[in-house]
C-alpha cells in the first residue's frame, strides 16, 4: 500500500474522504432514480444487479474488490482513500435507494435528479480526489495499464466502452444521463478539483498522456 499518512494528515483528510465518498454515492442514487441512463461503470453494475437480485451497492463493492485484485499483477498501490471508495460507495447506494422511491413518473423531476446526480457526483469527486489519499481502484486498474504501454485515453475508452456494452447486454440503463455524465462529469469536476485540494501526500508518475485522469472516484 501507499505510505500510511501521519495521525494529524489523517484527522485532517479522512472527513473530506468520508464526505467526498458520500455524495458520490449519493449521486449515483440520483441517477438510478432518475431511471435515464447511468454511467458506464454504474450500467455495468446495475444490469448485474438485475440479473442476481443483488443490491446496486453490494454489486458496486465486489466489483470493485475483483478490480482492486487486478491491480496486484499491475504493481499498483492502494492508498487509504482506495480501501474507503470500495466499500463507501456502494454503502451509501444501496441506504440511499431504500429511502429514494422505486420509481418517479413526472419527467421533469427525472431530469433534476440526472442533472442533479452528475453534478453531485462530480463535487463529491473533487472532495474525494483533492485528499490525495490514493485513486480509486477503477481509475487505478486505467493508469496501471497505461503504464504497461497502452495510451491512457485508449485504456479509458476500452474499459468503459467494455463494461458499458456487457451492462447494457444484462439489463442496465442507457440513456441521455449516460450522454449527459460522459461530457459533463469532466469538465464538472475539472472546476471543482482545484477549489477543493489540498497538496498532495504522494507523487504520482502518471503515464505521460495522463492530462485529465481523476475524472471521478472511480
Known amino acids: 500500500m501507499l505510505p500510511f499518512p501521519s495521525r494529524s494528515e489523517l484527522v485532517r483528510r479522512v472527513p473530506r474522504l468520508l464526505l467526498g465518498l458520500t455524495l458520490f454515492g449519493l449521486g449515483i442514487a440520483m441517477m438510478v432514480t432518475a431511471n ?43 492508498g487509504v482513500g482506495t480501501i474507503a471508495n470500495v466499500f463507501l460507495i456502494g454503502i451509501v447506494i444501496d441506504l440511499t435507494l431504500l ?13 433534476i435528479l440526472m442533472i442533479g446526480g452528475t453534478v453531485v457526483i462530480a463535487l463529491g469527486s473533487g472532495l474525494y480526489i483533492g485528499v490525495g489519499l490514493g ?25 468503459e466502452v467494455t463494461v458499458l456494452g456487457a451492462g447494457w447486454l444484462l439489463g442496465g440503463t442507457v440513456g441521455i444521463g449516460t ?40
Open 99 to 111: 429511502v429514494f422511491p422505486d420509481t418517479v413518473e413526472t419527467m421533469w423531476l427525472r431530469w
Open 36 to 78: 435515464l441512463g447511468l454511467s458506464p461503470w454504474e450500467v455495468f453494475h446495475q444490469g448485474i444487479s438485475r440479473r442476481t437480485g443483488i443490491p446496486l451497492g453490494t454489486v458496486g463493492i465486489l466489483t470493485g474488490i475483483v478490480v482492486l485484485l487486478l491491480w496486484i499483477p499491475l504493481k499498483e498501490r492502494p
Open 135 to 159: 485513486p480509486g481502484p477503477r481509475d487505478g486498474l486505467m493508469t496501471g495499464l497505461a503504464r504497461r504501454g497502452i495510451p491512457i485515453g485508449l485504456a479509458r475508452i476500452g474499459i
Open 179 to 218: 450522454v449527459v455524465f460522459a461530457f459533463g462529469v469532466g469538465p464538472l469536476v475539472g472546476v471543482f478539483l482545484p477549489k477543493m485540494s489540498l497538496e498532495p501526500l504522494y507523487h504520482y508518475e502518471l503515464p505521460p498522456d495522463g492530462a485529465g485522469v481523476a475524472e471521478g472516484a472511480l
